[in-house]
């Protein structure tokens, strides 16, 4: 048989080798303790039965300090060879089995250096090859593996090494393989230190070359310690090896993760899935069921649908099935959203994951801004990571015009720092963008603040800020970095920023126009994080919207004096979609716009010119993918307007446009008066439900029948969700209606 050799440095290696036969018994390898004549294999020849050297004969003795009794083996780096085992009995391709034994071994000095290598073999091509090596050096031994072009390591520091074969240190070793016909052949591997710390890892595919084949009479047919590549004057002991057929007990299937219901929007037709994850022996079957009924073709963990529509609405549930019993899944309810789409907003072009270069689906989008004075559409990006990047496009087509000069913002770390998170421009036309910071208190993660005077491509940036903008505050070494907000121009420029937790923001301000000091705002009545995902300007000097994915929307007002803020106003999901984020505020005080997660994620435009009744949903666009945007915090985005249009970006899902109607009127929609009643020296008071901006005409007349309705006053603009009407009718009785216009 042909052993193909390991060409690397110096290694301590053990080889199996399987190959064909048809018997099986409950022991595979002979003389695994290698009971035999006291001086050992000497040349080539067989002392210990069932054992051989290769060729170029590596020394091989008995070991005077057995690991077992007198009956270990002793290796000893000479000019090459191996010592292996063919096996008359093998196990074959239908069988779990288990080779394991007790080893010890010299410190191959480092480096890198092999100090054992040890194979198992299907055929010449289809091998474990398993190595102990001295990688940082640091006196104990990491487990590498053959990955078919190089040694990769899976196990670090998992193996004690021995100063001399007469003062050993002894480590256990077990492999496990499974091979069952149906699977792909994977193995797992255990090794026990000589200070008994057990070191594992499991369903390996690393093999020499190629794995053996599944559904193929193939076998375990070689054992080999290899020595050709083993550093000079290092030694291997062995003993107690043994090769057996696994004993294994099929265990049900069972589900671990049962699969989750979902709402899918009216309108959105691409693809979405509903997955379970599962245990038990495999192989393991899937059926997947609507209402009781098997979905044809649906035969794996995951099913994705699409297109959605009454037919494929209702209870879905995973049927699994191995040998050794069947469960089913709980339902999963999928169920179809009313969309709230109107002629509000018209979209005028979009940009999807992969249209351009600085569009992923990859969670590296997040920052959007418009420019008043270059009319530029701004996208921070960091699609060519490790590189921040700032994409140029022209609002009316989406094109990319150019990128920004970031040059000197230091690249990700990733986990911890972002060069550049978001953008956003003052009136004046300065560009401002915002890295992001997991642990600003840290020196080496501060929180950094860029400008640019302009736009254009060679600009550089100059850093206004770099620390924490919580230092020697309850808000001190925070998360900062997932939003930002900036208004004014020159000395008058104001940023905004807010941290991941707690009840503080950060309110930057500056005498020159490039070096910004921050205040710390500490605003009551309000939740930790609850501005995380959505910060804009309000209206007035001293206030600000906040908004939190799953929170509510605020607008909190603030004095700078007493660095202080409150909450005077606080929309629940009866007036505000608790997904949405990514919020914008238009400078006229009209509209806010931000992006609400879902299935898919859609754009969500609000009237807020009436805060006493709240914010009015007057649009929903969707985007036309549903790519997850679910990070840390929640999901992030932007949004940005210039006069009536509209630009809203959702990270992994890409950037919508839209010019906005400020004339439309929804289409009427039925309402009821929900109160009426006669208030002495006032009138006939009522009230009706009602759609910010419709008119509406009370009316009333003496008695029912072919009589006609008298209008009463003018028609009646409403400004909130309820409008009322007060009357003073003469009459014993009087009829009343409310009609819209």
């Not at 932007?638 to 109607?661: M, R």
Request: proline share 5%.
């Amino acid at each position: 048989m042909k052993i193909n050799p390991v060409i690397s440095a110096s290694v301590c290696l053990v080889v199996l080798a399987l190959g064909n036969s048809s018997a099986l018994a409950d022991e595979f390898l002979a003389n695994g303790d290698f009971e035999a004549e006291p001086l050992g294999l000497g040349s080539a020849t067989n002392t210990f039965p069932g054992w051989f050297e290769g060729s170029n004969g590596a020394t091989v003795t008995t070991n005077a300090a057995a690991i077992s009794g007198n009956h270990s083996v002793l290796i000893i780096k000479a000019s090459g060879g191996d010592l292996h085992q063919n096996l008359t009995n093998v196990i074959g391709w239908q069988s779990d089995w288990i080779f394991e034994g007790d080893f010890a071994c010299s410190n191959p000095g480092g480096g890198g250096a092999r100090s054992l290598q040890l194979g198992l073999f299907h055929t010449s091509t289809a091998n474990i090859s398993f190595r102990i090596v001295d990688v940082e050096p640091n006196g104990v031994g990491d487990v590498q593996l053959f990955n078919g072009s190089a040694f990769v390591t899976v196990l670090s520091n998992a193996v004690t090494f021995s100063s001399s074969p007469t003062n050993l240190n002894v480590n256990h070793l077990k492999i496990v393989g499974h091979y069952f016909a149906t699977n792909t052949p994977n193995y797992d591997i255990f090794v026990t230190s000589a200070s008994q710390q057990t070191s594992s890892v499991s369903n390996q595919v690393f093999w020499q070359i190629a794995p053996p084949p599944a559904n193929t009479n193939t076998h375990l047919v070689q054992v080999r310690f290899d020595t050709a590549n083993v550093v000079a004057g290092t030694f291997e002991v062995l003993d107690n090896l043994t090769l057996s057929v696994a004993t294994v007990v099929p265990t049900a299937v069972s589900i671990t993760t049962q699969p989750a219901g979902v709402s899918v929007y009216q309108g959105y037709t691409g693809p979405f899935s509903l997955s379970a994850q599962t245990s038990g022996t495999t192989p393991i079957a899937y059926q997947w069921k609507l209402n009781g009924v098997d979905v044809p073709g649906a035969t794996d963990k995951t099913i994705t649908l699409s297109n959605l529509n009454s037919t494929t609405t209702g209870n879905y549930s995973l049927f699994a099935t191995n040998i050794a019993g069947s469960t089913l899944s709980s339902n999963a309810l999928v169920s179809l959203l009313s969309t709230f789409n109107t002629a509000q907003m018209t979209n005028i072009w979009n940009i999807a994951p992969g249209d351009q270069p600085f569009l992923t689906k990859n969670n590296t989008e997040r920052g959007l801004a418009f420019n008043p004075v270059s009319s530029n559409l701004l996208v921070a990006t960091r699609y060519a990571s490790p590189t921040n990047n700032i994409a140029v496009l022209d609002p009316l087509t989406g094109s990319l015009k150019y990128y920004m000069n970031l040059s000197g913002i230091p690249i990700d770390t990733v986990g911890t720092t972002l060069g550049v998170s978001t953008v956003a421009v003052a009136d004046d036309g300065v560009v401002y963008g915002g890295g992001l910071t997991t642990s600003a208190g840290s020196a080496s993660t501060p929180y950094d603040l860029y400008q640019w005077g302009a736009d254009d491509s060679n600009t550089p940036p100059m850093n206004i800020f770099a620390g924490d903008p919580g230092f020697s505050t309850p808000a001190a070494n925070l998360r900062w970095g997932d939003n930002l907000a900036v208004r004014g121009a020159g000395t008058g420029t104001q940023i905004l920023i807010a941290p991941g937790t707690g009840t503080n923001v950060a309110f930057f301000t500056t005498s020159d126009g490039f070096d910004f000091l921050p205040v710390i705002l500490s605003v009551s009545n309000v939740p930790s994080g609850f501005a995380k995902t959505g910060l804009a300007f309000g209206p007035g000097s001293n206030t600000f919207w906040a908004k939190s994915s799953g929170g509510s929307l605020y607008l909190i007002q603030f004095d700078l004096n007493t660095a202080t803020g409150n909450a005077i106003q606080t929309f629940g999901t009866n007036n505000v979609s608790a997904a949405l984020r990514g919020i914008a505020v238009n400078p006229t005080g009209k509209w806010l716009v931000g992006t609400a997660s879902g299935i898919p994620d859609n754009v969500q435009l609000y009237d807020i010119s009436n805060l006493a009744s709240g914010p009015a949903l007057v649009d929903q666009e969707l985007y036309s993918t549903a790519n997850a945007n679910n990070n840390i915090v929640g999901g992030v985005g932007s949004a940005a307007f210039n006069g009536n249009y509209l630009f809203v970006l959702d990270q992994n899902n890409g950037i919508k446009a839209f010019l906005i109607d400020p004339s439309f009127v929804p289409a009427p929609s039925p309402f009821r008066i929900t109160s009426i009643g006669l208030v002495p020296g006032t009138g006939v008071v009522m009230t009706w439900q009602s759609a910010i901006g419709r008119n509406y005409q009370v009316q009333s007349k003496a008695m029912l029948g072919n009589s006609a309705w008298t209008n009463l006053g003018t028609p009646i603009t409403a400004t909130g969700t309820f409008t009322s009407s007060t009357n003073s009718v003469s009459g014993a009785t009087q009829f009343y209606r409310v009609q819209t216009q």
